[in-house]
Each structure stands twice: as structure tokens, then as C-alpha cells.
């Protein structure tokens, strides 16, 4: 199990791109939440199996068609055995 915390920059907000990692996270089976932050950053985090997880850190590097992905900063932390996957 392993858990990642992700803040992406650059343009991501208001392009679907919480959305489409909420899609990820159902697809992999990936616990975790994404939210807007007020200086333009996309957080989230992801927990589940290391591949899975993984995938989810890919998708917010390549982003949605409409993002322009600049930094994408990956930290990693102890799961807490999230469930589910929210949008804030």
C-alpha cells in the first residue's frame, strides 16, 4: 500500500482535471480526494497498491487536453486507508 500526495501546477483548474482524476482513481481502484487550491494548484492524494498509485502520479503529469501542466510535485506518506475518492 502506498500513499502519495500531489500538488500539480500551472493551468489545471477548470480544465476537468479533478474530474478526470477521479475517473483514474475508479478505474485503478485508488482511494483518495483532489481539490482546488487558491493559488491555481491542483492537490491530491492517492492511496492504494504501488502500480496503481503510480498510474494516478502519471495522469496528473500528462494532464487533460485543455491543462498545461507545469511542476508536479510528489511527496510520499503513511496510508491512512482512505476509502473511496472525493472531489473537494
Do not use: I, K, Y
Not at 502519495?4 to 485503478?28: C, K, N, W
Not at 485508488?30 to 492504494?48: I, K, M, Q, Y
Not at 503529469?61 to 511527496?75: D, L, N, P
Amino acid at each position: 500500500m502506498r500513499r502519495a500526495h500531489v500538488v500539480v501546477h500551472g493551468e489545471v483548474q477548470g480544465v476537468f482535471f479533478r474530474d478526470t482524476l477521479r475517473g483514474a482513481a475508479s478505474e485503478h481502484g485508488v482511494a483518495g480526494w483532489a481539490r482546488n487550491n487558491s493559488d491555481g494548484t491542483v492537490e491530491a492524494v492517492f492511496e492504494g497498491p504501488e502500480e496503481a498509485v503510480d498510474a494516478l502520479v502519471a495522469v496528473c503529469r500528462e494532464g487533460t487536453r485543455a491543462a498545461r501542466v507545469g511542476e508536479v510535485e510528489v511527496s510520499s506518506e503513511e496510508p491512512e486507508g482512505l476509502e473511496g475518492f472525493d472531489v473537494r
